[in-house]
């Protein structure tokens, strides 16, 4: 059992105050990173509106794809179905975007703002099948909900 109890503390500890969404994302895809085990890639994507896609936001890891059609790949049915998705074997997912060859598994959670519209999709790699079990899911739906709150409404 990983003990992830820290993370929101810090989290918010990081973040509180900070105005710029950008700041915000590339911290937090910094915080994750260094402290939740077994991930090969950790970050954002951001919604454009004008194009109905998604695009590369702060994130850490391999290069990546930069921009993602809405309802294509797990990023992107997330973002449509504003829904998370836990993909426990990336192989099993129609449509899945591979990036880097390393990911076998992967979460994809939506931000939305206070009226509930999306602003973008925090993602979650994994180089091993089924990481993202109930208590990881839970905890980075919790980090997702600081990192929306802060971008919301700063301090
Ligand atoms: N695998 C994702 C693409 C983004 S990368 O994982 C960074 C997808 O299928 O949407």
């Not at 105005?19 to 991930?39: E, H």
């Not at 449509?95 to 602003?119: H, M, N, Q, R, W």
């Not at 999709?121 to 091993?128: H, K, T």
């Amino acid at each position: 059992m990983e003990n992830y109890h820290l993370i929101s503390d810090q989290l918010n500890a990081l973040l509180t105050g900070e105005k710029n969404p950008i700041t915000v994302l590339a911290n937090a895809s910094a915080l994750v990173n260094q402290t939740v085990t077994n991930l090969n890639w950790v970050g954002f994507y951001l919604y454009d509106h004008e194009h109905d896609e998604l695009y590369l936001g702060p994130f850490q890891g391999q290069v990546a794809c930069m921009h993602i059609p809405l309802g294509h790949g797990v990023c992107g049915v997330a973002a449509k179905e504003v829904q998370p998705q836990v993909v426990p074997d990336v192989t099993q997912f129609p449509g899945y975007i591979s990036c880097d060859a390393a990911a076998k598994s992967e979460l994809v959670i939506p931000l939305t703002d206070k009226s509930g519209e999306l602003f973008g999709v925090f993602d979650l790699d994994a180089p091993v099948k089924d990481r993202f079990d109930q208590q990881l899911v839970r905890t980075m739906k919790e980090v997702a909900q600081i990192i929306s709150k802060v971008i919301d409404e700063p301090a």
